[in-house]
C-alpha cells in the first residue's frame, strides 16, 4: 500500500472546506504544490487556485490542464479518516471528502512519481458543490490549455463526454391575504394554486434524457390565514439544450395559467445555469482517457451523466474537458469511503495520461 498517497490524503480531509470555507485548504495546497513541485501559484480575484507546473521530460509546450475542486458538502468539519481493510471511510458522524481530496491526492502522487509529463495547468476551484460558482468565477485569462481532464467521478472507469444544460426555476405565487374564518371567500390561496401547478407538471425523468424536479416548497405564515405567498424552486435539466429550454418553458406556463385561472400572480425566473456539452466521441482526449482507464485493467464506459460537474463550465470556456474517476464511493453521505488499490488505480491512470502526453 502506497503510504505516502495515504497519508497525503489523510492531511487533506483533516482540514475543513466545506462550501465558502476552502480558504485554508486551498493555501494548503498552493504551499504543497509551489514546495514540491517548484510550481506558479496563482489565486484568482475568487479565490480558485491555478496551479502551473513546468514540464518534465517532455518536448509538449503547450499545458494539459486538470480540474479538481477543494470544496466538500456538509457535515464536513473535523472529519477523522479511518482506514480498515484497505477501505478509507469517517468516524461515521461526516462525510469523507473524498470528493474530491481522493482527487487531489491522486494528482499530487502522479507527479510526484511520474516519470515525465507534459506542462500542467491545475486548477481547485472553490463552490463547486453549491453550483459550480468558483469555476463559473473562474478567471480564464489566466489559462493557456486547451485539453484536460477533471478528476471528479467516483467511477474510475467512466470517461464522461457530456454533461446537460441545467435551468433553475424560481417562482413565487402571490394570491391574496383573508381571514380563514371570517371571511375566507375574500382570499387568493397561494398554496392551492402552487398545488394546481404542481399536479399538472410531470417530474422525474420527461424522457430520456431531460428531467424536472420541484425541491423546495415554502409559504403560508398562519393557520387561520388563507395563504397569501408560496416560493418554489424547481429545475429542468436535459442533455439536448434546446429541450431543457421547451421544457422549462412549458413548466413556467403551467404557473401561469394556473396562477392566472384562480386571480393569483405567478412570477416565474428562470436561469440557464450552464449549457449542455458534447465532445465528440473519437476526440483525442477521449481516447486518451479510454486508454488511461484500460491502463489499470478497466474497461471504460464512455459516457453522458445528468449530473452538473465543473467539467462543463470548462467546456463551455473553451477547455474540451473529459471527466474521469478518483474513485470514491457513496459520496455525499456518512458512508462515503474510497478503496486504497482504487486510489492507486487513479494515480496510474493519471499517470497514463502525462504519457500519452508527454511525447
Ligand atoms: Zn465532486
New binding site residues.
Given amino acids: 500500500m502506497n503510504e505516502r498517497l495515504i497519508d497525503t490524503f489523510f492531511k487533506m480531509v483533516r482540514i475543513d472546506s466545506e462550501s465558502g470555507e476552502e480558504k485554508e485548504f486551498i493555501s494548503y495546497l498552493k504551499d504543497l504544490f509551489t514546495r514540491e513541485f517548484r510550481a506558479k501559484c496563482t489565486i484568482d480575484d475568487y479565490g480558485n487556485l491555478i496551479v502551473n507546473i513546468p514540464a518534465k521530460d517532455s518536448a509538449r509546450n503547450e499545458p494539459v490542464f486538470f480540474g479538481v475542486?477543494a470544496d466538500t458538502v456538509k457535515p464536513g468539519k473535523n472529519i477523522e479518516p479511518i482506514l480498515e481493510n484497505g477501505i478509507i471511510r469517517s468516524k461515521g458522524d461526516t462525510i469523507l471528502g473524498a470528493?474530491?481530496k481522493a482527487g487531489i491526492a491522486e494528482l499530487v502522487e502522479a507527479i510526484r512519481t511520474a516519470d515525465r509529463y507534459p506542462p500542467l495547468e491545475i486548477v481547485v476551484s472553490r463552490e463547486?458543490?453549491i453550483g459550480l460558482v468558483g469555476a463559473k468565477h473562474l478567471d480564464t485569462s489566466l489559462l493557456k490549455s486547451k485539453v484536460g481532464f477533471l478528476i471528479?467521478m467516483d467511477a474510475l472507469d467512466a470517461v464522461v463526454i457530456g454533461g446537460p444544460s441545467h435551468m433553475t426555476i424560481d417562482v413565487e405565487i402571490t394570491g391574496k391575504a383573508a381571514h380563514a374564518g371570517m371571511e375566507p371567500e375574500k382570499g387568493i390561496s397561494a398554496i392551492k394554486t402552487a398545488s394546481y401547478a404542481i399536479c399538472m407538471l410531470k417530474e422525474g425523468w420527461i424522457d430520456e434524457e431531460t428531467t424536472v424536479n420541484v425541491g423546495v416548497i415554502k409559504g403560508g405564515e398562519i393557520r387561520n390565514g388563507v395563504p397569501e405567498r408560496v416560493q418554489i424552486k424547481a429545475e429542468c435539466r436535459s442533455l439536448t439544450h434546446e429541450k431543457c429550454v421547451a421544457q422549462s418553458q412549458l413548466i413556467r406556463e403551467i404557473f401561469e395559467i394556473a396562477a392566472k385561472s384562480v386571480g393569483a400572480l405567478a412570477e416565474v425566473k428562470m436561469e440557464m445555469a450552464y449549457e449542455a456539452v458534447r465532445i465528440p466521441k473519437d476526440a483525442e482526449v477521449v481516447s486518451i482517457a479510454e486508454d488511461a482507464v484500460r491502463s489499470v485493467g478497466l474497461d471504460p464506459q464512455v459516457r453522458l451523466i445528468c449530473g452538473g460537474t465543473d467539467g462543463s463550465i470548462y467546456n463551455q470556456k473553451g477547455i474540451q474537458t473529459v471527466v474521469i474517476g478518483m474513485g470514491a464511493k457513496s459520496?455525499h453521505s456518512k458512508d462515503e469511503n474510497i478503496a486504497v488499490a482504487d486510489m492507486e488505480k487513479a494515480v496510474g491512470m493519471i499517470q497514463h495520461i502525462f504519457d500519452e502526453f508527454s511525447g
Fill in positions: 475542486h470528493d474530491d463547486e458543490e471528479d459520496e
